[in-house]
């Protein structure tokens, strides 16, 4: 499994489940983030590789695979990964049911559902920032932040303004 560590000032920027559709609106909610991870289902088709080209001109970026990253270059993509950052211990995956609940973090980033969650349980962070891409249902368009602070670990689930 990939890890990485970060020490940051700025907010990490956390979306998923773009599936080919990344709006201006994501972009201007990102400008300014320290770190941007990408929480898999980026795109089927070739060109969705794009999408994650695009948010490293941001800022850093660290992306996990989904069920729906079925073209080469997502091939290189990795299906877990964990991040430190300021110390917090974030633990990256797309589908929350392939996470191991022994894993050492603090913190669970997961998508594939499109249902933004945000809530402390049994000590960890459990997160997912929403779908940001193509609307699913009636679930409305998000994403998330994170500031890993010394004492703190906060998070918010943002919607984009459409």
Same mark, same amino acid.
């Given at each position: 499994?990939? =890890?990485? =560590?970060?020490?940051? %000032?700025?907010?990490?920027?956390?979306?998923? %489940?773009?599936?080919?559709?990344?709006? %201006?609106?994501?972009?201007?909610?990102?400008?300014?983030?320290?770190?941007?991870?990408?929480?898999?289902d980026v795109g089927s088709r070739a060109q969705d590789a794009a999408i994650l080209t695009r948010l490293a001109e941001l800022a850093p970026l660290y992306a996990v695979r989904g069920n729906v990253d079925t073209a080469a270059w997502a091939e290189d993509l990795p299906w877990h990964r964990d991040l430190v950052v300021n110390g917090w211990r974030l633990h990256l995956v797309h589908d929350i049911a392939d996470f191991d609940a022994t894993t050492p973090c603090d913190a669970v980033l997961h998508g594939h559902s499109h249902k933004?969650?945000?809530?402390?349980? %049994?000590g960890r962070l459990w997160f997912n920032p929403g779908g940001a891409g193509r609307r699913r249902f009636s679930l409305p368009l998000t994403l998330g932040k994170l500031w890993a602070e010394e004492t703190a670990l906060r998070s918010a689930i943002l919607h984009l303004p459409l």
């Open positions: 499994m990939e =890890s990485a =560590s970060f020490e940051l %000032d700025a907010p990490i920027g956390v979306i998923a %489940d773009t599936h080919g559709t990344l709006r %201006d609106e994501a972009l201007t909610l990102l400008v300014g983030c320290g770190l941007i991870v990408h929480l898999g933004a969650r945000n809530e402390w349980r %049994d």
